[in-house]
Nanobody, 122 residues
Framework: VQLQASGGGLVLAGGSLRLSCERS????????VGWFRQAPGKDREFVSA????????DYADSVKGRFTISRDDAKNAVFLQMTSLKPEDTGVYYC????????????????WGQGTLVTVSS
């Protein structure tokens, strides 16, 4: 399964962006998908995840109430709607997949997209 993240860009604080993670390959609907981000000089951190059915979702405390994760298996895509963006949300956002269940640990994911840059200016 190949992943491709897109939708990043430059936005003012308080603005919104919608990231997309498009998946290709067999059995992609069985995969949980996680979003992670990495700011310059910092470790990659968990942002949000959704399980294979879409029935369970998880968010980092720092984005809870502002970000919404969803999936559309007919389009083989997972989305991350980001609102009320803050400068500290700046970073490269990656999507990753693993079978069935969510995880906050990036080591649990076996395939990663190339990342999309989000820059939030104050």
């Amino acid at each position: 399964v190949q992943l491709q993240a897109s939708g990043g860009g430059l936005v003012l604080a308080g603005g919104s962006l919608r990231l997309s993670c498009e998946r290709s390959g067999r059995n992609s609907s069985r995969h949980a998908v996680g979003w992670f981000r990495q700011a310059p000089g910092k470790d990659r951190e968990f942002v949000s995840a959704i399980n294979w059915s879409g029935g369970r979702k998880d968010y980092a405390d720092s984005v809870k109430g502002r970000f919404t994760i969803s999936r559309d298996d007919a389009k083989n895509a997972v989305f991350l709607q980001m609102t009320s963006l803050k400068p500290e949300d700046t970073g490269v956002y990656y999507c990753a997949k693993r079978l069935y269940s969510m995880s906050r640990n990036p080591r649990d994911y076996d395939s990663w997209g190339q990342g999309t840059l989000v820059t939030v200016s104050s």
